[in-house]
């Protein structure tokens, strides 16, 4: 049986990193975009990176540019863009497909695992996956769904 684990995927530099690294920790898995109404997400996302990554908590950002091209820039530009604006200190990966035949596996298998209400593709920028410290799927959220409105649910996992 696969899990989460089993997957790999590039950081921004382009080298393969396992998620088999975060064994162990909440997870929150986002795809993202430097040039969507959601952007801002990122302020939300940096909270709760920072309130709860002392305590086993790591956000992973996917850039994805298949969503009317809201995130065209190179990893580096997205990355010093993030960083520069929201702060960001949280990992981000290299940009993937998140649909489609060049999808990215570790989206095949999140969205295998929690289909969303309009079905298994991702609809937009900013759909959110948390994962739990034995790396299963436990909730799905859609773009509208604020970071904040999240917390209550990672603190769960985190004090299971």
Same mark, same amino acid.
């Given at each position: ?13 382009? %080298?393969?990193?396992?998620? %088999? ?5 909440? !997870?929150?898995?986002?795809?993202? @975009? ?8 990122? %302020?939300? !996302? %940096?909270? !709760? ?10 956000? *992973? ?5 298949? &969503? @009317? ?20 200190? &949280?990992?981000? &990966? ?14 095949? &298998? *999140? ?39 999240? @917390?209550?649910?990672?603190?769960? *996992?985190?004090? @299971?």
């Amino acid at each position: 049986m696969t899990t989460i684990y089993d997957y790999k995927v590039k950081n921004i530099n382009g %080298e393969d990193v396992s998620i %088999e690294k975060y064994k162990g920790k909440v !997870l929150l898995i986002v795809n993202t @975009a430097t040039k969507c109404g959601f952007t801002p997400q990122y %302020e939300g !996302l %940096e909270e !709760l990176y920072k309130t709860y990554k002392d305590k086993g908590f790591e956000i *992973l950002d996917f850039p994805c540019n298949q &969503f @009317a091209n809201q995130a065209p820039e190179t990893n580096q530009e997205i990355k010093n863009f993030c960083t520069a604006r929201f702060g960001v200190t &949280f990992e981000t &990966f290299a940009k993937i497909d998140v649909n489609g035949e060049n999808e990215e596996p570790l989206y095949n &298998f *999140l969205k295998n695992s929690k289909g969303g209400i309009f079905g298994d593709d991702i609809k937009w920028n900013f759909t959110k996956f948390l994962i739990d410290k034995d790396g299963n799927v436990v909730n799905r959220y859609a773009s509208q769904k604020k970071p904040k409105n999240i @917390a209550k649910d990672i603190e769960k *996992l985190l004090e @299971a």
